[in-house]
C-alpha cells in the first residue's frame, strides 16, 4: 500500500472515530431542504454516506488505472519481444541466403574446368568479405534496431509514468477538494446544531 491510500485510510478512520464520538448528534434528525420538498432526517447520517461512497469510487477508480497501466505495459513488452524475435528471424535468413548462394556458387566452379581455379579463388575470396561486410552490417542493423526498441520502450514507459503522476496529482487534489467540501459541510452542521441548543435553552438560563 502506498503512502496516498494509507493517508485516504487514516482520515477515513478519524472520520469514522468523529462520527463514533458524535454518534448522537450525527443521528439526530434534521430538517433537509431538497428545493423541491423537505424531509427530515439524520444529516450528519447522509454527509458520511457521501463520504463512504466518494472514498469507495476513489479506491475503484486507483485500482482501474494501475490494472491498465500494468496492461499497457505488458502489450508494450509483448511487442518489444516481437520486434527483437523478427530482428533475429531476418538476420539468420540472411545468413542462410548468404550461405545457399555460396554453396550453389562454389558447386558450378567446382564443375566448371581446371584452369578456372584461380579465378574460383578469387570468387571465394570476394565472397568471404562480402559474407564479412554483410555480418557487420548485419550486426550493426540489429544493433541499431536493439537500440531503437530499448529507447521506444525506455519513453514509453516514461510516458505511461507521467500519465500516472498527471492522474495521481488529479486523484489527490479530488480528495483534497472533496475534504474541504465536507469539512465545511461538518462546519455549517456544528454551528447549525449549536445556534438550535441556544436557541432551545429556557429564559431562565439565559438570565
Known amino acids: 500500500m502506498n503512502l496516498r491510500n494509507l493517508t485516504v485510510l487514516i482520515i477515513l478512520l478519524l472520520v469514522a472515530l468523529f462520527a463514533g464520538l458524535n454518534w448522537s ?5 434534521s430538517e433537509i431542504n431538497l428545493l423541491f420538498t423537505r424531509i427530515s432526517a439524520p444529516l450528519g447520517m447522509i454527509l458520511l454516506g457521501v463520504v463512504a461512497l466518494l472514498s469507495l469510487l476513489y ?3 486507483i485500482a482501474v488505472i494501475e490494472t491498465g497501466a ?3 505495459i505488458r502489450r508494450y ?3 518489444v519481444e516481437q520486434a527483437r524475435k523478427l530482428a533475429d528471424q531476418a538476420e539468420a535468413s540472411r545468413f542462410k541466403e548468404l550461405k ?4 550453389e556458387h562454389l558447386g558450378a566452379l567446382a564443375e ?3 584452369g578456372l581455379k584461380e579465378h574460383v579463388g578469387r570468387t571465394v575470396t570476394e565472397a568471404k568479405n562480402e559474407l564479412a561486410l554483410e555480418h557487420d552490417t548485419l550486426k550493426s542493423q540489429h544493433s541499431e534496431i536493439s537500440g531503437r526498441v530499448e529507447q521506444a520502450s525506455e519513453q514509453l514507459k516514461s510516458e505511461l509514468l507521467s500519465r500516472l503522476e498527471g492522474l ?3 486523484v489527490s487534489a479530488d480528495v483534497e477538494r472533496a475534504g474541504n467540501t465536507l469539512a465545511a459541510y461538518l462546519g455549517e452542521l456544528e454551528d447549525h446544531l449549536l445556534g438550535r441548543s441556544d436557541e ?3 429564559p431562565s438560563e439565559e438570565a
Open 59 to 61: 479506491f475503484i477508480f
Open 168 to 170: 495521481e496529482q488529479k
Open 70 to 72: 500494468l496492461l499497457e
Open 25 to 29: 448528534l450525527i443521528t439526530a434528525p
Open 112 to 114: 566448371g574446368q581446371s
Open 77 to 79: 513488452a509483448r511487442q
Open 200 to 202: 432551545a435553552k429556557p
Open 100 to 103: 545457399g548462394y555460396l554453396e
